[in-house]
């Protein structure tokens, strides 16, 4: 089995989690079976609909907080009329608006405050208790009731102080107590005194031996529990990022990425790094050599595949670009709308799609109301790229940091030529500068008037000079490395070699 190791999963999900639904299609197309650990809370969302999003299935995922009970992992199923059954001998009157509805309770300000997974039906997520205008509990639903939060009132406001999660059954599996940032575990067994141990104690009940890989995709807080328990199982580092700071760095002395720094301390318990490309690959293992005076075994193994290469079925939007990304301050999507309004005064039917959702999505929305340009760039939120890269011209990128760039690499399986920063790593492994897009140099006081200025010109380089068909051949050329087949060799091998 292959244990992977993360903190959280989102909506709108890094990188990270989109590597790992890659990898998780990867182990089920050659037969390697694999889990996927989650070990944030989740209290606005229920884990399944996130993973499931993502493309995980329920028996993939194992969850920190239901580990320990006998739950799994299941959509929302517990319906409004479950939840009245429990409070038939009570009267109560009862009110819906959109996703929330409300009970309310004779005497003492009583109610309870329901919140449903859709608008549209009656599947309950949560339950909020409020009693004399205080809250004491939220209860957590799936197919059952599989934790409960309990509060009380404090300086003001609900102070939560306890969790318990639940059997199927109700029967209490474990509590959380809970003082801010402090927290206690009490299992029937054992007390258990911080979520770091939690980790560690989840690993250990995991029984790993020799046959099982252990892969760590997010270290911030467990990669040391984790691997004090691994026992016999091997240990394979993810790397998603750059991995130093330049900045920190000189010929004698090496700041690494604070991500990575105790796992690159403990390289002899590490059995395999694995980067997204080989420039990562080479660079981290000339580092080692040099600061470190060892060479650690690294792989390289992309973090995405390409099933097929897709070709239009039509032909392509004339000056059309496209990108996608978390919509994220580093993503810098504003330059590329900046750009786009400059680079149409030269080309007046250029256009500009942007799918992604994220914390920026607002200011962008303003942004292009300020410059009158939503009749040609346009935020389409999140969706299935998967048919419709191909129905555009080129791709464009604003990030100036890139670990690997799903995105990249779904666009030159689409045959789009690129245009975006030289920066690591992989802006540099999927463009071939004047081949099938544009590296924009970068200069360490290059500001954001110069950087936009810089993707103007590129943007109107590309449709107006370049031999758009060579390119969009020499994108499909580089994409062939990154078919699914080749990615399955490549884990097959590690795999093996680490047993």
Known sequence: MIYNFNLGIGWASSGVEFAQAYRANIFRRIGQPAKFVFTDMFTKDNIQHMTENMGFQDEEILWIYTFFTDCRISPVTFTLKQLEETIRDRQFTFSRQGTTAKYVFPGNNNFYTVYMVDASSDRVHRVEMVSNNCLIRKDYYTYCRIYSEYYAPLDNSAHLYQRRFFNEDGSVAYEEITDNDIVMYQFPDKLICSKEELVGYMVSRLNLT????????????IAQIIMQNAGAARVGIMIHADHFSEGGTDENNILWNN????AFSQYR????????????????REQFRQYVGVEPNVVTIPVGSLDELRHPKKARKKHSLITASRLATEKHVDWLIDAVVE???????????????????AKLKEQIAQKSCGEYIRLCGQQKLDDLYQNYEAYLSGSTSEGFGLSLMEAIGSGLPIIGFDVRYGNQNFIDDGKNGYLIPVRDKMDKKARVQELTERIVRLFTEADMRRFHQHAYQKAKKYLTGEVEKRWTETINQSR
Request: proline residues 2%; charged residues 30%.
């Open 343 to 361: 680079a149409r005064k030269r080309i007046p039917d250029l256009s500009l799609d942007i799918y992604g959702k994220g914390g920026e999505e």
């Open 259 to 262: 991500y990575y720094e105790y």
């Open 210 to 221: 020799e046959q099982d890989i252990v892969l760590i995709d997010r270290a911030t807080g």
């Open 269 to 284: 318990h590490v059995d395999f790094y694995v980067t997204a490309t080989d420039t990562q690959n080479q660079l981290l």
